[in-house]
């Protein structure tokens, strides 16, 4: 059973639309972290969240941290096929990095 | 500055074989681990090592070990090879021994299990 549950499993799009990642639980975590990872590469940070209801951006990136610190979303405006990649958010857990078992983000040219 | 380097990138093995993948952490970081990210299932955590001790393990079967050495490099270890074990495994090191740090990862070694 994953501890972070993420939505949609798969997510296919044209470049230019919008998409959002779902990353939910039922525990209440300190930290959350998203990751992407590139086929043949290992996952790369792009940001870690800590403050219920904050919201970070990153160039075209949004991220935001529910209010109660058990959910995550990520936003991709505009998206474009660099954007492609499987995205995983992260949180610590009995003193482990635990992951969710990520979305596979497609951006069709 | 070199990132985390795994070795080697490709390995094929049968049933009951041993495997052996290495890991070489960033320079300057104490603590290693390691992840098993089999198709559909995510990264799921396998060992942490820091200063040469093993800190935490997931839940795998005792067939999983590794080591670090005083050069915090590590070694991961898989007997008695199953068709299961067919997975990327990756590692990562973080500068503290905490396990909640950012973690840097190398691009992984992909066994086969044939």
């Known amino acids: 059973t994953q501890l972070l549950e993420q939505s949609p499993q798969f997510l296919s799009i044209q470049e230019g639309e919008n998409l959002t990642v779902y990353c939910n639980s039922s525990s209440v975590f300190s930290s959350l972290q998203w990751y992407r990872q590139e086929p043949g590469e290992g996952p790369v940070l792009l940001v870690t969240?800590?403050?219920?209801?904050e919201v970070k951006k990153l160039k075209r990136l949004t991220f935001q941290f529910g209010d109660a610190r058990k959910d995550s979303s990520l936003h991709i405006t505009a998206a474009q096929p660099g954007d492609t990649g499987l995205y995983l958010c992260?949180?610590?857990?009995?003193?482990?990095?635990?992951f969710g078992a990520g979305t596979t983000v497609t951006v069709r040219a | 500055e070199a990132g985390v380097t795994q070795s080697p990138t490709h390995l094929i093995k049968t049933r009951g074989q041993q495997a052996t993948l290495r890991c070489s952490p960033i320079s300057g970081h104490t603590s290693v681990y390691w992840y098993q990210q089999a198709l559909g299932l995510g990264l799921q955590f396998l060992l942490w090592y820091d200063e040469g001790e093993e800190r935490n393990r997931g839940n795998f079967p005792p067939r999983f070990s590794g080591r670090q050495f005083p050069n915090y490099s590590s070694e991961l270890n898989v007997n008695a090879l199953e068709l299961e074990d067919s997975a990327l495994y990756l590692c990562?090191?973080?500068?503290?021994?905490?396990?909640?740090?950012?973690?840097?990862f190398g691009a992984g070694s992909r066994l086969t299990v044939l």
């Open positions: 992260a949180a610590v857990m009995d003193y482990k990095l635990s």
């Open positions: 990562a090191s973080s500068s503290t021994g905490s396990g909640a740090n950012v973690l840097t």
């Open positions: 969240v800590v403050t219920g209801g």
